[in-house]
């Protein structure tokens, strides 16, 4: 992998990630823009503890361009983009609408391929490896930043999520807190290990996971499964075998193996609802939307949550669609949104099962 960092006209940082060691990355920016103004400013919700980014600039995004105009597209001739190159294998740079900037954190864009037209499952092993490594050396550059705590690389696919660049696409946002969910985990973790003498939470749920039927895809150093109170209606988690806080703890042979089994787990959920048993056939129903989340342990300090060090935390991404059935969607209604409590209408053990189902042959 070779990386070569530049400035966009706007001073905002663009890094190109690139298969081959002998690649020249020189193009500039030359689009005449002024330097990005934000906004960003975080507050402090007294009675639930959770904070919240108040981002007023991010109205005046980009929204649903036509395919000619992507932003996200290598620039080309007259048409320029973002990409300043013809063309890039996987590029990361500072989004110009961020959430979270300067002392409220960071928000970066990885754009996985200069094809618009694709999606990551169109991704080959190698290209998916070097997405990985691209996650895992922005998760190591962002901790270093005195304002965060936590990094959370991401992406949003289909405009049911709420996308409004088509361009496959993710991102990274580095906050400057320990975010809510996992602040949950961790509790949840200080409790377990009080209560069993030591015990690791994350490994228990794996260990009970590998004995049950909702395992979707087992590999040397991964597994994914459909997990026992599974919120969505098509959900997976993909944990390593192995227990690492975050993605730089990855060892050679778990990189090594995850693009093979992501990538199946991917090509698994835009076949869910073709054909038997999942929806309409030959319909020719619209790609899965979904969302891809990885789970890394803050770096920030642990001392509320009692006993808990970093290497307690268990690295896993979850996978999952909002999308119910064949042509209907799962709405946060009332219970949900409201008050936290999911309802799911599909039991994990026959979302496993669908997931088994569509399995490349």
């Given at each position: 992998?070779?990386?070569?960092?530049?400035?966009?006209?706007?001073?905002?940082?663009?890094?190109?990630?690139?298969?081959?060691?002998?690649?020249?990355?020189?193009?500039?920016d030359r689009r005449p823009?002024?330097?990005?103004?934000?906004?960003?400013?975080?507050?402090?919700?007294?009675?639930?503890?959770?904070?919240?980014?108040?981002?007023?600039?991010?109205?005046?995004?980009?929204?649903?361009?036509?395919?000619?105009?992507?932003?996200?597209?290598?620039?080309?001739?007259?048409?320029?983009?973002?990409?300043?190159?013809?063309?890039?294998?996987?590029?990361?740079?500072?989004?110009?609408?961020?959430?979270?900037?300067?002392?409220?954190?960071?928000?970066?864009?990885?754009?996985?391929?200069?094809?618009?037209?694709?999606?990551?499952?169109?991704?080959?092993?190698?290209?998916?490896?070097?997405?990985?490594?691209?996650?895992?050396?922005?998760?190591?550059?962002?901790?270093?930043?005195?304002?965060?705590?936590?990094?959370?690389?991401?992406e949003n696919r289909g405009?049911?999520?709420?996308?409004?660049?088509?361009?496959?696409?993710?991102?990274?946002?580095?906050?400057?807190?320990?975010?809510?969910?996992?602040?949950?985990?961790?509790?949840?973790?200080?409790?377990?290990?009080?209560?069993?003498?030591?015990?690791?939470?994350?490994?228990?749920?794996?260990?009970?996971?590998?004995?049950?039927?909702?395992?979707?895809?087992?590999?040397?150093?991964?597994?994914?499964?459909?997990?026992?109170?599974?919120?969505?209606?098509?959900?997976?988690?993909?944990?390593?075998?192995?227990?690492?806080?975050?993605?730089?703890?990855?060892?050679?042979?778990?990189?090594?193996?995850?693009?093979?089994?992501?990538?199946?787990?991917?090509?698994?959920?835009?076949?869910?609802?073709?054909?038997?048993?999942?929806?309409?056939?030959?319909?020719?129903?619209?790609?899965?939307?979904?969302?891809?989340?990885?789970?890394?342990?803050?770096?920030?300090?642990?001392?509320?949550?009692?006993?808990?060090?970093?290497?307690?935390?268990?690295?896993?991404?979850?996978?999952?669609?909002?999308?119910?059935?064949?042509?209907?969607?799962?709405?946060?209604?009332?219970?949900?949104?409201?008050?936290?409590?999911?309802?799911?209408?599909?039991?994990?053990?026959?979302?496993?099962?669908?997931?088994?189902?569509?399995?490349?042959?």
């Amino acid at each position: 992998m070779k990386k070569t960092s530049t400035l966009l006209a706007d001073g905002r940082e663009l890094i190109y990630y690139d298969l081959r060691d002998d690649t020249v990355r020189n193009a500039a920016d030359r689009r005449p823009l002024d330097r990005t103004v934000t906004t960003s400013e975080i507050r402090r919700d007294a009675l639930l503890g959770d904070s919240v980014a108040i981002a007023s600039h991010r109205q005046g995004r980009t929204y649903h361009p036509p395919a000619d105009e992507c932003p996200l597209c290598p620039s080309e001739g007259d048409r320029l983009s973002e990409i300043p190159d013809s063309s890039y294998d996987v590029v990361v740079f500072e989004n110009r609408f961020p959430s979270l900037a300067g002392d409220s954190g960071r928000c970066e864009v990885v754009c996985f391929t200069s094809d618009h037209d694709a999606s990551f499952a169109d991704l080959t092993e190698e290209q998916a490896r070097l997405v990985l490594e691209a996650w895992a050396d922005r998760t190591s550059e962002l901790s270093h930043l005195p304002s965060v705590e936590q990094v959370f690389c991401f992406e949003n696919r289909g405009a049911e999520i709420g996308v409004t660049l088509q361009h496959p696409h993710g991102q990274i946002y580095a906050y400057p807190f320990t975010t809510p969910r996992t602040a949950l985990m961790l509790r949840r973790l200080a409790l377990y290990k009080e209560a069993t003498g030591g015990e690791n939470l994350f490994d228990a749920v794996l260990e009970r996971e590998l004995a049950d039927e909702r395992v979707v895809l087992e590999g040397e150093h991964w597994v994914a499964f459909v997990p026992y109170a599974a919120h969505w209606p098509y959900e997976v988690h993909l944990y390593p075998k192995r227990r690492v806080p975050d993605l730089l703890a990855l060892d050679e042979a778990a990189r090594t193996e995850f693009p093979k089994v992501y990538l199946e787990l991917l090509r698994r959920f835009d076949r869910i609802f073709d054909g038997p048993g999942g929806g309409r056939e030959g319909a020719g129903e619209p790609p899965t939307p979904y969302i891809a989340a990885w789970h890394q342990a803050p770096f920030g300090a642990l001392e509320e949550f009692d006993g808990v060090v970093r290497e307690d935390f268990a690295l896993h991404l979850e996978l999952f669609t909002i999308r119910r059935t064949s042509g209907k969607l799962k709405f946060l209604a009332g219970s949900e949104s409201g008050m936290n409590v999911f309802i799911n209408d599909v039991p994990p053990e026959r979302a496993a099962e669908r997931l088994r189902e569509v399995a490349s042959s």
